[in-house]
C-alpha cells in the first residue's frame, strides 16, 4: 500500500507526467486513442470459432473501459496481468451501448517511460484527513457509549484500509478512498433526514452508516486492481462484519441490545433477499439506512456517467440500474 499513501498523502512527483492529459473516457467514439493505461482485470475465454481471446479492463483518473485482445497467446496471458502499465494504440467504438477500445497494438510499458502507477489512480475528491476528520466528528456526537465505544474500536482497527478501499469492484465509488468517502457522504445525508425526523435515533443511524460496508477490507483485495479475498468470495462482508461488532463487544466487554441492532443495521442494509440482505429492514433506522446506502450508490453511477455525456445527448447504458441510459438535458453545464 506504500504507492497508495503516496498518493493520497500527495508525495509523488509532481512534475510532468508523459500521460496525454486528456483521459480514456474523454475521447468520442471513432477517435484514435495512443496513449498509457493500467490493466484493472484481466480475463482470459475462449471465442466461437475455438481461438482464446482475453477481456482486458483499462483503467486510468478518468474511470475504466473494456478491450478485447483477439488470438491471446500464453504470452499475452503472462505479459497483460492486473496492475501492468501498458502503452495502447487503437479507436474507441460503441458496443451494445458502451464505450469500447479497439486494440491496434499494445506493449507493456517500461521503467524508462517516466509513466507511474498514481497517473492512473482515480481518487475520491476528500482527502484521507478530510474524511477521517468528518466521521471522528460524527462517533463525538454519540450519546450512546456502547454505539460509540464499537464504533470507534472498529474504525480504529482497520482504520489504514478503511481510509485506502474503493467501496466496491465496480459500479460506484470503484476509487481509492471510494469507501469512506461513500460513508462522508451518507453520514452527512443522515444528518440532513435526522433534521427532519427527529423521532430518528442518530447515534445508531451515524453507527450502521459508519460500519454497515466495513467488512469490504477484508472482503476486497485492495485499493488497485480490486478483486475479492477468499473471505469476501466464501462470506462476504456483510458477513464478516456481523462477526467483527460480534467480537469488538466482546473485547470491550459490552453486552446489551444495541449490539444486536447494530448487527441487525449491516444483515439488513441492503433492504432485500434479492439484493443481498440476509434480513429485511425491522427497525425503523435499518429502513433509512437502506434508502441513504442506495441513494448515494445510484448518485454516484449518475454523476459519473453523465460527466461523460454531452448536454442533448444519452449515457451509455448503465447496468445496475436497469441498464438504462440517462439524457442530460441542454441547460445542464
Known amino acids: 500500500m506504500e504507492e497508495v499513501h503516496a498518493i493520497l498523502n500527495k508525495e509523488k512527483d509532481k512534475g510532468e507526467s ?29 471465442a466461437s470459432n475455438g481461438k482464446p481471446f482475453m477481456t482486458l479492463i483499462f483503467q486510468d483518473k478518468t474511470g475504466e473501459i473494456e478491450a478485447k485482445l483477439w488470438d491471446a497467446t500464453e504470452m499475452d496471458e503472462q505479459s497483460y496481468r492486473p496492475e ?54 460524527y462517533i463525538f456526537e454519540m450519546q450512546n457509549p456502547n454505539i460509540q465505544r464499537i464504533t470507534r474500536h472498529l474504525v480504529k482497527k482497520h482504520q489504514e484500509a478503511f481510509l485506502q478501499f474503493p467501496a466496491a469492484t465496480k459500479n460506484h465509488h470503484e476509487f481509492v478512498s471510494g ?21 430518528l435515533d442518530k447515534d445508531l443511524l451515524y453507527g450502521g452508516i459508519i460500519l454497515h460496508d466495513l467488512g469490504k477490507v477484508i472482503e476486497l483485495s485492495g485499493p488497485i486492481s480490486t478483486s475479492y479475498t477468499l473471505e469476501g468470495n466464501l462470506l462476504g462482508h456483510i458477513s464478516i462484519m456481523i462477526n467483527e461488532i460480534g467480537k469488538a463487544a466482546d473485547e470491550l466487554g459490552i453486552r446489551g441490545e444495541e449490539v444486536v441492532i447494530l448487527q441487525h443495521l449491516v444483515l439488513s442494509h ?16 435499518a429502513e433509512i439506512l437502506h434508502y441513504i446506502d442506495n441513494l448515494d450508490a445510484k448518485m454516484n453511477m449518475l454523476d459519473r456517467v453523465l460527466e461523460r455525456a454531452k448536454p442533448g445527448e444519452f449515457t451509455e447504458r448503465v447496468f445496475p440500474l436497469e441498464n438504462r441510459s440517462f439524457y442530460k438535458p441542454t441547460f445542464h453545464k
Open 18 to 46: 508523459e500521460l496525454d492529459k486528456k483521459g480514456v473516457l474523454q475521447y468520442e467514439v471513432g477517435e484514435q486513442f495512443e496513449s498509457y493505461l493500467l490493466i484493472k482485470s484481466a480475463t482470459k475465454a475462449i
Open 84 to 137: 501492468t502499465i501498458v502503452r495502447v494504440n487503437g479507436d474507441i467504438q460503441s458496443y451494445r451501448g458502451k464505450s469500447q477500445l479497439r486494440i491496434r497494438q499494445i506493449k507493456v510499458a517500461t521503467g524508462e517511460e517516466g509513466v507511474r502507477l498514481a497517473d492512473f489512480l482515480e481518487t475520491a475528491p476528500l482527502t484521507t484527513d478530510e474524511m477521517l476528520s468528518k466521521i471522528t466528528h
Open 179 to 199: 469507501l469512506a468517502y461513500h460513508v462522508v457522504s451518507m453520514l452527512d445525508l443522515a444528518k440532513a433526514i435526522a433534521s427532519l425526523y427527529p423521532s
Open 270 to 285: 441492503h433492504g432485500k433477499p434479492e439484493w443481498g440482505s440476509p434480513k429485511a429492514p425491522l427497525i425503523k433506522e
